[in-house]
Structure formats: structure tokens, C-alpha cells
């Protein structure tokens, strides 16, 4: 069965830090691509981050590229994403995802975990 299980999320201020982590299982996780996604209330999901199966590569939306940093630990099955210098603008239900490289589409989605930065 596979699981995708997000831990990390709270309540944090503008300007701190938060690390968001998401653990696997039931799949081959280092055969994939790992991926960061995020829901604001009355908006679309959106592409935060993603990181290649070897750890190498990761790419960052734009809004978050400088302040985000996606890694991976394919011995522990997990993927992570540190968020520094937050904005109220990142509020959001964040979802860790997975894909074969090469694939258009993300196979398997965890639940989310809810961010939430006061201003």
C-alpha cells in the first residue's frame, strides 16, 4: 500500500522557519521523482519544489527559489522541504508527490500538511 504521510506543519511567524517532511512507503522511492506542491484556501495547487531521484537537479518555483530548500534521504525513505524567511503569502496546505522521471503526471499524493505564517 503505498503512503505518502506529511509531518511538519504549524503556525509559525513572518520571517521564521519551517521544515516540512513527508514519508514513504509501498513504492520504490529512490526510483522516483519527489515533489512539493501547496493549496491556498480558494486557489489551485501549485508547484513549490521537486528533486530528482539521485538528489541532484532540484528546481523551485519561482516565489520560492532563494528561500526554499528541497532534499531528499533515500535511505530513510523521506523528502523534506526547509522554508526560511516565510510570508503570509505562503500559507498553505502543502502536498508531498511522486513521479517516474519523465512522467507528465504525479503518481501518488500525500494528504498535506497545513502551513500557516501570521503577519
Known amino acids: 500500500q503505498v503512503q505518502l504521510v506529511e509531518s511538519g506543519g504549524g503556525l509559525v511567524q513572518a520571517g521564521g522557519s519551517l521544515r516540512v517532511s513527508c514519508a514513504a512507503s509501498?513504492?520504490?522511492?529512490?526510483?522516483?521523482?519527489m515533489g512539493w506542491f501547496r493549496q491556498a484556501p480558494g486557489k489551485e495547487r501549485d508547484f513549490v519544489a521537486a528533486?530528482?531521484?539521485?538528489?541532484?537537479?532540484?528546481y523551485y518555483a519561482d516565489s520560492v527559489k532563494g528561500r526554499y530548500t528541497i532534499s531528499r534521504d533515500n535511505a530513510k525513505n523521506t523528502v523534506s522541504l526547509q522554508m526560511n524567511s516565510l510570508k503570509p503569502e505562503d500559507t498553505a496546505v502543502y502536498f508531498c508527490a511522486a513521479k517516474l522521471p519523465g512522467a507528465n503526471e504525479y503518481k501518488y499524493w500525500g494528504q498535506g500538511t497545513q502551513v500557516t505564517v501570521s503577519s
Open positions: 509501498g513504492f520504490t522511492f529512490s526510483n522516483y521523482v
Open positions: 528533486i530528482s531521484w539521485s538528489g541532484g537537479r532540484p
